[in-house]
């Protein structure tokens, strides 16, 4: 029997006991994952309970806004917004790590090569020439996970990734929200102006037809006066709406990753303020735990904690590797793959942590701690969850009942407004009254606009709430950075489906 022969023997005698303890032995310490089980209400507040809830329908819910160009400005959202874009290499980083954990376990083999020309120096000989020296080798090594911590950590970096794509929808629907409330408020700030405009442009009549009968001895310059001060006072409040209304197109424009001033002449021409048809289904609470992506990444990051205690608790106990080398050396290449010139040497190596000050121990009191704190942020996710849906329902049905009395009470102050007008004209009353149901009647209607964007507002308040994104197609594989000669910089905004 050879060498290489007695080699191989010896290497198996001492391999099968090793993997027999693998498959025998080989177990995963530390808690189980198992998804917690929350008491949620049954209803929402002011849900008949006798009558069954109809699901929230959530799919592309701003499309019930009726504007187009809401709609477009969303996808454009989409693809050019930077938190989304930075979410993407989120999700990017979050895999690689889950591809570099699964790494763990599988042997890792390195090799290696060198050849050098050299002359020994300490012989003074003539025959001391120069020679060439060639070597070759590989190395090989395996940590037998025996108690589950490469596993635990597979199972870690699966649910961070799971997180990682679960943030990613949470950006997209807080975007959708916002460039929504930002397209409600700039079209109400269009419309207030608008507004305001007419109501000035009213009151200066009253100025005027005031100024004709103090020329005819009917009114007096005071109420020449108080005239004009009411409609430059209305006219006063057109900067404060112009300003509101650049502030949200600006909004609108990052949120889309355009520079600020990017929409000002998409969006200079007027729209209504959007109306959503109402009521809507909202479900019932449990869906939350679903639908929202906000709860559904706590819950993986709470999963993810759990898996790191297994890790924590597998470095207390023995670990063992499987190394192993095969070298060669020859002074002419040809010669590296002659028997006489290889070598090679194989093993296991144990190693047992015996004292250690109480590391390992606190290492896992650490990981528990780590996961208690998940565990409190996703019970406090679901929580501020099932609040979020509670409020919105709570606005969006009382300013629904708040705008059918403001639409009352604009309706009376315009009937008010054209009486008074009328009797003004004909000298049946003074000029006061005729002030104060100008006054009165621009409020009113301002109120009423205000009432209709706080709906609108509402609305999108209560789809974000109840889990509502955007649900098409997003690749986050590619990244949103590319490198050029003059730096990186963003890639084309790609087309969102």
């Not at 090799?111 to 060439?132: C, E, L, N, V």
């Not at 300013?399 to 009486?419: F, P, T, W």
């Amino acid at each position: 029997m050879t060498g290489f022969e007695r080699g191989s023997v010896a290497a198996r005698r001492t391999v099968v006991p090793i993997f027999t303890a693998v498959l025998l032995a080989g177990c995963v310490v530390g808690p189980d994952y198992q998804k917690p089980l929350l008491p949620m209400p049954v209803n929402w507040s002011g849900q008949k309970p006798a009558k069954a809830a109809r699901p929230a329908q959530l799919s592309k819910w701003w499309q019930r806004l009726r504007d187009p160009q809401l709609n477009t400005l969303v996808e454009d959202a989409v693809a050019g917004n930077l938190d989304v874009a930075t979410a993407k290499a989120r999700i990017r980083e979050a895999r690689a790590s889950y591809r570099q954990s699964i790494g763990t376990l599988f042997p890792s083999i390195d090799g290696s090569g060198s050849a050098m020309r050299s002359k020994d120096s300490s012989s003074t000989s003539s025959s001391s020439d120069p020679y060439s020296l060639y070597q070759a080798g590989f190395d090989a090594s395996w940590e037998l996970d025996l108690f589950g911590a490469n596993r635990r950590g597979v199972e870690a970096a699966r649910y961070g990734l799971d997180a990682s794509e679960e943030e990613l929808r949470s950006t997209l629907l807080t975007l959708v929200g916002d460039v929504a409330s930002s397209y409600a408020q700039a079209r109400g700030y269009q419309a207030r102006i608008q507004l305001a405009r007419r109501a000035a442009a009213s009151q200066k009549q009253t100025a005027v037809l005031t100024r004709t009968m103090a020329q005819a001895g009917t009114a007096t310059a005071a109420d020449v006066a108080k005239a004009m001060g009411q409609a430059s006072s209305t006219e006063a409040d057109v900067p404060t709406l112009e300003a509101g209304y650049a502030e949200a197109v600006h909004r609108l424009s990052v949120l889309t990753g355009r520079p600020p001033s990017a929409l000002n002449e998409r969006l200079k021409r007027g729209a209504p303020i959007p109306a959503p048809r109402l009521p809507i289904p909202a479900g019932i609470p449990a869906d939350i735990l679903l639908a929202r992506p906000d709860v559904r990444m706590a819950e993986r990051q709470y999963a993810q904690y759990t898996a790191k205690i297994g890790q924590a608790e597998a470095a207390r106990y023995p670990s063992v590797s499987l190394t192993g080398n095969i070298d060669t050396s020859a002074f002419k290449l040809g010669d590296l793959g002659k028997n006489s010139s290889i070598g090679w040497s194989f093993g296991p190596t144990l190693s047992v942590p015996l004292f250690n000050a109480g590391q390992l121990k606190a290492a896992v009191e650490v990981a528990k701690a780590q996961r208690d704190q998940y565990f409190i942020a996703y019970r406090s996710s679901v929580l501020t969850a099932l609040e979020d849906v509670e409020n919105a329902l709570v606005a969006l049905r009382q300013e629904r009942i708040r705008n059918g009395k403001l639409a009352s009470s604009a309706k009376s102050y315009a009937d008010a407004a054209r009486l008074e007008g009328t009797l003004y004209k004909a000298g049946e009353t003074s000029l006061l009254e005729v002030l104060d149901a100008e006054r009165s009647l621009y409020s009113a209607e301002d109120d009423l606009l205000q009432s209709r964007i706080a709906i609108a507002t509402d609305y999108i308040a209560l789809n974000k709430a109840l889990g509502g994104g955007w649900d098409g197609t997003i690749d986050a594989g590619k990244p949103a950075i590319v490198d050029v000669k003059t730096g990186p910089r963003l890639a084309s905004k790609p087309v969102v489906q």
